[in-house]
C-alpha cells in the first residue's frame, strides 16, 4: 500500500515552455500532498504544501507564480512549472501524506520524481 | 544551527558489519520521526517510522530515538553492497494553519557498503 505515482518520469522542454507533472496516490486519498525540488548531490527543498481545495502554501523564496500548484482531488495534485528556464532544471519530487488513524500520526510516500531539463 | 543535522559522510563499512547513521533536531516539539533511504537518481523510499523513545526494530533495520537528547539513530545490520545509498532523517513538524504537518530533512549520509 501507499503507493504515489509521477508523471511524466523525466521531460525535456524548450525555455519558455510551460510543463506539467501530475502526481497521484493510487491507494490511499491524500489530503495534503508536497512538492520538493532536488539539484544534483543537494537535499531535497520543500516547495510548498498543498491541500486539496485550497491554495498551496509556499515556502519562503518559492515563485507562486512561477510554480502553479492544483490539489483538484484527494489523489491528484499538479505542478506547473511556467516559462521555464534552463535554471529550472531540477528533480522534482511529489509525496503524499497519508495519515494511520492506528498510529494517529501522517507518514509521506514519495512519488518516483519527475526529471525535468529545460534546453 | 539546522533544523535536522546529519553527518554526510561518506561513512564506509565493510560487507556484514554494523552501520550507524545519527542524526540531531532542534525542535523539540517534534514527536514523528522518519528515516529514508535515497539511492542516486532516485526519489526518498521510506525505511522506518518511529515514534517514542527506545528502539524499533524490522529487520535489519533499527531506529533509536531519545527525544531528551534530540538525537535519532539508524542501525543497519549485516550491511550490504545494495545498503550503499544516502539516507535521510526527517522530522515531523507542525507548522501551518489547516494542521498539516512538514517534514524537515537532514542533508543525509552517503553510506557506503564495500565487499
Known amino acids: 500500500g501507499a503507493v504515489v505515482s509521477q508523471h511524466p518520469s523525466w521531460v525535456i522542454c524548450k525555455s519558455g515552455t510551460s510543463v506539467k507533472i501530475e502526481c497521484r496516490s493510487l491507494?490511499?486519498?491524500?489530503?495534503?500532498m508536497f512538492w520538493y525540488r532536488q539539484f544534483p548531490k543537494q537535499s531535497l527543498m520543500l516547495m510548498a504544501t498543498s491541500n486539496e481545495g485550497s491554495k498551496a502554501t509556499y515556502e519562503q523564496g518559492v515563485e507562486k507564480d512561477k510554480f502553479l500548484i492544483n490539489h483538484a482531488s484527494l489523489t491528484l495534485s499538479t505542478l506547473t512549472v511556467t516559462s521555464a528556464h534552463p535554471e529550472d532544471s531540477s528533480f522534482y519530487i511529489c509525496s503524499a501524506g497519508a495519515h494511520w488513524r492506528v498510529k494517529s500520526t501522517d507518514t509521506q510516500y514519495f512519488g518516483p520524481g519527475t526529471r525535468l531539463t529545460v534546453l | 544551527q539546522k533544523e535536522v543535522e546529519q553527518n554526510s559522510g561518506p561513512l564506509s563499512v565493510p560487507e556484514g558489519a554494523i552501520a550507524s547513521l545519527n542524526c540531531t533536531y532542534s525542535?523539540?516539539?517534534?514527536?514523528?520521526f522518519f528515516w529514508y533511504r535515497q539511492y542516486s537518481g532516485k526519489s526518498p523510499e521510506l525505511i522506518m517510522s518511529?515514534?517514542?523513545?527506545g528502539d524499533k526494530e524490522d529487520g535489519r533495520f533499527t531506529a533509536q530515538l531519545n527525544k531528551a537528547s534530540q538525537y535519532v539513530s539508524l542501525l543497519i545490520r549485516d550491511s550490504q553492497p545494495s545498503d550503499s545509498a544516502t539516507y535521510l532523517c526527517?522530522?515531523?513538524?507542525?507548522?501551518?494553519?489547516?494542521?498539516?504537518?512538514?517534514?524537515?530533512f537532514g542533508a543525509g549520509t552517503r553510506l557506503a557498503v564495500h565487499p
Open positions: 518511529i515514534y517514542s523513545n
Open positions: 525542535d523539540r516539539v517534534s514527536q514523528s
Open positions: 526527517a522530522v515531523n513538524m507542525f507548522k501551518g494553519s489547516g494542521g498539516y504537518n512538514k517534514l524537515i
Open positions: 491507494d490511499f486519498q491524500a489530503t495534503t
